[in-house]
């Protein structure tokens, strides 16, 4: 029985889960006339300054040219996105629609689980709205 190499099963599901997102965050955006709303969001341990990683979320939304409704970070580490109170917040203002979306650094500042990632996608989706990354998936 051949087995596929991890590096490679790992790059094929971020691949998709990339796809996933940019066809969700397409949808999220394409019925939006005038300023599309989004909130920065990264995840951070108690030693690390959210800062650099939220200016390299804002670097993004200023090239998409998005409005940056709100900017956040939760600092519990990497746990299960459900338990991140500033997350809830901007997953509660996505359902009222005061945002279009949420642009986090990276993946990991959603999961890096993939399950748990995709999970999180169909949740955002569910709310009508979108996720941008301003580093894409498969890059490490």
Known sequence: MTTVPTAVHRHAA????GLLRHAQLEKALRGVEGEKRIAL???VDSRQDPAPRLASAQA???RQG???AD???DVTGPTNPATRPQLARL???A???EIHGILAASRVDISDDDKEYEAMLEHIRTLGA???LAREENIL
Do not use: E, K
Request: no cysteine; hydrophobic share 55%; aromatic share 12%.
């Open 66 to 68: 998005w409005t940056v």
């Open 91 to 93: 997953l509660a203002a």
């Open 41 to 43: 969001y990264v995840l």
């Open 130 to 132: 979108g996720l941008a």
């Open 14 to 17: 971020a691949s998709r889960l």
């Open 60 to 62: 993004l939304a200023t």
């Open 95 to 97: 359902r009222r629609q």
């Open 71 to 73: 900017r956040t970070f």
